[in-house]
Each structure stands twice: as C-alpha cells, then as structure tokens.
C-alpha cells in the first residue's frame, strides 16, 4: 500500500501558489515532490497537489490518499457541485479511474507529521519564488517611490487582450435572468454598459494606469447553466504604447458587480468567481494565451 499527504498553499488567491506531495511506500521510504504556479488559487494547488502525488506513484498498488483540503475530499467522496477548476478536475478523474484509491480527510495543522510536512513543502514552494525586489516592479523607483511606466520610447503596436470571470448563482436565479423576469430590469444590458464604462474609465480608477485610445471595447454574457451563472468576458484593443489588459479586467469585474448587485435581493449567496486574464497580445513580452 502507498500512502500519500498533498497539500496547497497560495499567496493570495488568486495569487502565487505551491503544491507539495510526500509519498510513502509499504517499506517505509519516503519521496517528497513540489512545485509552484503563477497567478492560481488555493483550490487549483490542493487538486494539483493530489494529481502530482498520484502521477509518482505506482498505479498497481492501493492508495491512501490524505488531505486537509475539505473541497478536495468531499468533491470526490460526496460529489460536491464542481463549479471551477474543470481542466484539473478532469486531470484528476483520468488518474484516479480504475485505481484502488481510499480518500481521507485529516485537520490542518494538527500534529500530523506527514500533513505538515505536505504544507510545509507547498508553502517553502512559495517563498522560492516571492523574492522580489523594487527593481523588478515597473512602477517603483530605485528609491523606492511610485512612479508611472515612462512609454515614450516604446513602439506603437496593435495591443489586444481578453480577460473573463463568472457570477455563480443559484439555478433559479438563473432561470429568471433569462425570462427576463428580473424586478431591476435587463440585466444583460446594463452589466454589458457598465463593463465598457469601466473600461473606459480605467486611467481614473487605477492611479498609475496610462490615458489609452481603445480602439475596441467588447463585454460579452453568456448563460453557463453548468454553473449555474453567467460568463463575462471584456476584449479591449488599442494601437498604442502599453498593454490593454486592465482596462479588459476593469470591464469584466465591473460588469460581474453589476449584475451581483442586479441579483442579490433574490440570491445572496451569488459570487464571483476566477476573473482573470485568457489572452494578450502586443509589444515587447508578445503573446499569452492560457491553457
């Protein structure tokens, strides 16, 4: 039988996290894994955490898994709704199908030496990587002081970007939205104006954001009934300087709050979830496309 303890840690969520797996055999070896990913959430390093944990181990033996991780375990042992995190989640299934896997929850922090040892690689994951000095931030001086990014000598280029987030609901809000039925009115309507107008307006509401001519503001809504909720995605394009990437997030986080607002007399326990960016292109550091 092998045992193994997975655990996730994050800097921030979304923000820098860490996975970290221990993996003892039936003779008492241990092997110890980890790793870090940028711009994730505590949620993707627990699930990452497992699916590296099982991707090192022999697929023939018996498997106890452990992990403090309540979304983990009781997504896969009492089919908690898996309303984000489709791609790992999807990972995960293939690893565990037709294996002998026996899933267990253990407290955090409590004293148990491989659980702790499990978050400490995960956390140790981060730390690698949070050495940051001003010198590496664009908008900090040498002395420390903000500045604005001086672009006059950069090359105009044609800048695109796409950024998208959801607002998670319950189904029967959902279905209101989409009769219309909504005592506010158009919901679809007002979140699309008030995610150009963000947009538009995002030198105002980020201090050190550059006066940029957008050439293209498009907020797009679309029904997700396997939320059950709504996906927002803002596109922004400009030919100009600097990347577009924020205005595309002031769009989509203004555009989620507005329809939160449209809906939370009905549903308080609506949420948004997982803004951020899908794609950007342009300028000096080209193309990024996420997986």
């Given at each position: 039988?092998?045992?193994?303890?997975?655990?996730?840690?994050?800097?921030?969520?979304p923000g820098l996290g860490?996975?970290?797996?221990?993996?003892?055999?039936?003779?008492?070896?241990?092997?110890?894994?980890?790793?870090?990913?940028?711009?994730?959430?505590?949620?993707?390093?627990?699930?990452?955490?497992?699916?590296?944990?099982?991707?090192?181990?022999?697929?023939?033996?018996?498997?106890?898994?452990?992990?403090?991780?309540?979304?983990?375990?009781?997504?896969?042992?009492?089919?908690?709704?898996?309303?984000?995190?489709?791609?790992?989640?999807?990972?995960?299934?293939?690893?565990?199908?037709?294996?002998?896997?026996?899933?267990?929850?253990?407290?955090?922090?409590?004293?148990?030496?491989?659980?702790?040892?499990?978050?400490e690689l995960a956390v140790?994951?981060?730390?690698?990587?949070?050495?940051?000095?001003?010198?590496?931030?664009?908008?900090?001086?040498?002395?420390?002081?903000?500045?604005?990014?001086?672009?006059?000598?950069?090359?105009?280029?044609?800048?695109?970007?796409?950024?998208?987030?959801?607002?998670?609901?319950?189904?029967?809000?959902?279905?209101?939205?989409?009769?219309?039925?909504?005592?506010?009115?158009?919901?679809?309507?007002?979140?699309?104006?008030?995610?150009?107008?963000?947009?538009?307006?995002?030198?105002?509401?980020?201090?050190?954001?550059?006066?940029?001519?957008?050439?293209?503001?498009?907020?797009?809504?679309?029904?997700?009934?396997?939320?059950?909720?709504?996906?927002?995605?803002?596109?922004?394009?400009?030919?100009?300087?600097?990347?577009?990437?924020?205005?595309?997030?002031?769009?989509?986080?203004?555009?989620?709050?507005?329809?939160?607002?449209?809906?939370?007399?009905?549903?308080?326990?609506?949420?948004?979830?997982?803004?951020?960016?899908?794609?950007?292109?342009?300028?000096?550091?080209?193309?990024?496309?996420?997986?």
């Amino acid at each position: 039988m092998i045992t193994i303890y997975t655990d996730g840690a994050c800097s921030g969520n979304p923000g820098l996290g860490g996975w970290g797996a221990v993996i003892i055999k039936e003779n008492g070896e241990e092997s110890y894994f980890s790793g870090f990913q940028e711009d994730t959430t505590n949620n993707r390093m627990e699930i990452q955490a497992v699916i590296e944990g099982l991707e090192n181990s022999n697929p023939d033996e018996e498997i106890r898994i452990f992990s403090d991780s309540t979304y983990v375990i009781n997504t896969l042992t009492k089919n908690w709704k898996r309303n984000a995190n489709h791609d790992l989640w999807s990972k995960l299934d293939n690893l565990v199908r037709g294996r002998n896997i026996k899933w267990n929850w253990v407290k955090g922090h409590s004293g148990d030496k491989y659980n702790d040892l499990a978050d400490e690689l995960a956390v140790k994951a981060v730390d690698s990587k949070k050495k940051v000095t001003p010198n590496n931030l664009t908008h900090i001086d040498d002395s420390g002081k903000l500045k604005m990014v001086d672009v006059s000598e950069k090359e105009i280029s044609e800048r695109l970007a796409v950024v998208q987030g959801f607002v998670v609901m319950q189904k029967e809000t959902l279905e209101i939205i989409k009769q219309g039925d909504l005592d506010k009115g158009d919901i679809i309507t007002l979140a699309r104006t008030a995610g150009i107008t963000a947009a538009k307006s995002t030198p105002t509401l980020i201090p050190l954001c550059h006066t940029i001519p957008l050439s293209e503001i498009k907020v797009e809504i679309e029904f997700e009934d396997n939320l059950p909720g709504l996906k927002v995605t803002c596109t922004t394009r400009a030919e100009w300087k600097t990347g577009v990437e924020i205005e595309a997030f002031n769009g989509v986080s203004i555009a989620c709050v507005t329809i939160y607002d449209m809906c939370k007399a009905i549903d308080r326990s609506a949420y948004i979830s997982d803004i951020k960016l899908i794609k950007k292109s342009g300028g000096k550091s080209g193309l990024f496309e996420r997986e």
